[in-house]
C-alpha cells in the first residue's frame, strides 16, 4: 500500500510517500523560515499563502524522487490538526480533493501521533508499548503508548512547552528566527560552572511541566549580569548553556520518573526539540543507566515532515478508517480522543 503524506500545520509544507513493502519512497520539506524571520515568529496568513503555493509543486517533486504516476498511490494523508486553522485547511483541502479526484481513501491525521509514530520508521523499530516524550513546537508531553490509538497523557506542559521557551529564551538574547537551533549553538560555547537555573517542578511529585519561569528566570539573570559583564557575548553563551542544561535534566528526570511509573522499558523522543545533541546524549545516558532503551527519528524527521503524517495515515488506512469527502481541521485536538487501532504486530504490510 502507497500512501501520499501532506503536512501543512506551521510553517513547514511537507510531503512523503510511504510504502509498506518499500518504505519510505521520497520525501521532501519546504521552510518557510526566510519568509518568518523579519517578524521573528510565524505569521499566520502569510505561512496559509506560502502553503497555497508551494504544496502542490512539492507534491510533483517527490512523486518524481519516487518515479511514480497518480494511479500508484492507494491513499491520502494530510495533517488535520492541530495546527494553524488555514495552514490545515491548505493541506486538507488539497489531499481530500486529490484522494477524490484518484478515487482512493483520505485520511486526516493528528499531527502529534505524527511525530509520535516517526520513530517507527527507522530500523530498528521500537515495539510496544513504549513511553513518548513529545517536544514539538507547542507541545510537550510525556504519553503512555499501547499502540496505535492507545494513548495516556502522562503529563504535559502547564505554560510554555519546552519549544516555545527556547524560542522566547533566544529572543532574549537577542538571536536570529528559528531561535531553538540558534540558542543550541550559542550554548555550546558556554560555561556550564557559571550559571545555574532552577529544573523546574522537579522537587515535587507528578509529571507535568512548566517553562515559562525558566524563560523569566534568563531574562533576569541578562538584566543584572550584562551591565556589567567584562564580555557580554561570553554572557551571553554562558545564559544559553544554563537555560539548555536546565530544560535538558528537567526532560530527563521526567522521562525517568515515566518508566518508572509506568514500569516500561522502552522510550520514544520525537519532535523539533528533540533533534537537540545535549538532549539525546543526556537523555542516553540516563535511560541506559536506568536499565532501558532510547529511541529517536533522524534528525530529519523530527521537524514537521510528510513522511510521519504518510506512515501514520498508512496505520489508519489500512485498519480501514477514512475521511468523508467533508473535511474538518482542527485548531486543537486532544491525541486521546483518537479511535485505537486493533492490537497486532508492526509488520509492513
Known amino acids: 500500500m502507497r500512501v501520499l503524506g501532506i503536512e501543512t500545520s506551521c510553517d513547514e509544507t511537507g510531503v512523503a510517500v510511504y510504502d509498506s513493502a518499500a518504505g519510505l519512497m521520497a520525501h521532501a520539506v519546504y521552510s518557510q523560515i526566510a519568509i518568518h524571520a523579519q517578524y521573528g515568529g510565524v505569521v499566520p496568513e502569510l505561512a496559509s499563502r506560502d502553503h497555497v503555493r508551494k504544496t502542490l509543486p512539492l507534491i510533483r517533486e517527490v512523486m518524481d524522487t519516487a518515479g511514480l504516476s497518480a494511479g500508484a498511490i492507494d491513499g491520502v494523508a494530510y495533517t488535520a490538526g492541530p495546527g494553524l486553522i488555514g495552514a490545515l485547511l491548505v493541506g486538507s483541502a488539497l489531499g481530500r480533493s486529490l484522494a477524490w479526484a484518484w478515487g482512493v481513501p483520505a485520511i486526516g491525521v493528528h499531527h502529534m501521533e505524527g511525530h509520535l509514530l516517526a520513530p517507527l520508521l527507522e530500523d530498528p523499530a521500537p515495539p510496544f508499548p513504549f513511553v513518548a516524550l513529545l517536544v514539538s513546537g507547542g507541545h510537550t508531553q510525556l504519553v503512555d503508548v499501547e499502540g496505535v490509538g492507545r494513548y495516556r497523557i502522562l503529563g504535559e506542559s502547564l505554560d510554555d512547552a519546552a519549544g516555545e521557551a527556547f524560542d522566547k529564551t533566544a529572543k532574549i538574547l537577542d538571536l536570529p528566527y528559528p531561535g531553538g537551533p540558534e540558542l ?30 525558566l524563560k523569566t528566570f534568563a ?20 545564559i544559553a548553556r544554563a537555560f539548555e542544561e536546565a530544560v535538558v535534566e528537567t526532560l530527563v528526570i521526567k522521562c525517568r520518573r515515566a518508566l518508572q511509573a509506568t514500569g516500561r522499558q522502552r522510550l520514544i523522543l520525537a519532535g523539533g526539540v528533540s533533534a537537540n545533541r545535549r538532549l539525546r546524549e543526556r537523555m542516553n545516558a540516563a535511560i541506559t543507566a536506568a536499565g532501558a ?41 486532544a491525541m486521546e480522543s483518537l479511535p485505537a487501532l486493533e492490537p497486532r504486530t508492526l509488520d509492513n504490510n
Open 219 to 238: 531574562l533576569n539573570t541578562l538584566r543584572t549580569t550584562l551591565p556589567d559583564a567584562a564580555d557580554p557575548a561570553q554572557t551571553r553563551a554562558d
Open 293 to 333: 532503551e532510547t529511541f529517536y527519528p533522524r534528525p530529519a524527521l523530527c521537524t514537521d515532515n510528510g513522511a510521519m503524517i504518510a506512515y501514520a495515515g498508512w496505520q489508519r488506512l489500512r485498519a480501514g478508517q477514512h475521511e468523508p469527502l467533508c473535511f474538518a481541521p482542527r485548531a486543537r485536538w
Open 184 to 213: 543550541a549553538r550559542l550554548a555550546e560555547r558556554g560555561d556550564p560552572r557559571r550559571f545555574r537555573f532552577p529544573r523546574p517542578m522537579t522537587d515535587r511529585p507528578g509529571l507535568d511541566f512548566s517553562f515559562s519561569g
